[in-house]
């Protein structure tokens, strides 16, 4: 897997929110589906949910990328599995590393707009999200038909004002684009969460190495 792909995902992972509820019920469980390009190609992710995990699991040419964080962001899990290659790797993040990539995450201000539109069903207003370090702005179209709890957001957008449903994911200095396209309530598949008995154990540094350090 090159590992530019990996640091997108990375950053979706450490975006990705666990929804908690609306305004009408309360989602115990579920998944939610996001649309974004990796090197020029879209992709379609689902992230499952419930209160204290998340797994985020997409498709790459051969490659099946499952990434599996905790609700307060001390767990990452990089699961890797290319049946064709009979590859099924679980690469563990030491406590350093999730630090390490917490701490690369940009810091940003927000002001609030008054533009307003609809995205994949959702109310949205515009917010414009600003990285002073990097002399930078972003949109970040944000709904309130939706709420989440602050711990499950990215640091960068806790303070943005509601649920972001299209805006710019970030890690090791990349950036990507992303929109919401559904949430859905479910019961999420047995052992999505966890790291299956047949998947050997390796670390971040041993991934990297198998895509070539890129």
Not at 16 to 23: C, F, M, V
Not at 70 to 96: N, R
Not at 145 to 158: F, G, L, M, N, S
Request: overall charge neutral; some cysteine.
């Amino acid at each position: 897997m090159n590992i530019k792909i990996f640091n997108v995902a990375l950053g979706l992972a450490l975006t990705a929110t666990a929804i908690s509820a609306n305004a009408q019920k309360a989602y115990k469980e579920g998944v939610v589906t996001i649309s974004t390009a990796m090197q020029g190609q879209q992709v379609e992710a689902k992230s499952y949910f419930r209160a204290d995990s998340a797994a985020m699991q997409f498709t790459t040419g051969p490659a099946t990328i499952k990434i599996l964080t905790d609700a307060d962001g001390k767990s990452l899990v990089v699961m890797v599995d290319v049946p064709v290659a009979s590859i099924k790797k679980a690469a563990v993040a030491t406590p350093d590393e999730v630090d390490q990539a917490m701490a690369s995450l940009p810091t940003l201000t927000f002001a609030p707009g008054t533009e307003t539109k609809v995205i994949s069903g959702f109310n949205c207003k515009k917010v414009v999200a600003t990285d002073a370090k990097a002399n930078k702005t972003y949109d970040i179209w944000v709904t309130n038909d939706v709420t989440v709890p602050v711990t499950a957001i990215a640091k960068y957008y806790r303070s943005v004002g509601g649920f972001p449903v299209q805006y710019t994911s970030f890690s090791q200095g990349q950036s990507t684009e992303v929109t919401v396209k559904s949430i859905t309530e479910q019961k999420n598949p047995a052992g999505i969460f966890g790291i299956p008995a047949d998947f050997e154990k390796i670390t971040l540094d041993d991934l990297k190495a198998m895509s070539g350090g890129r």
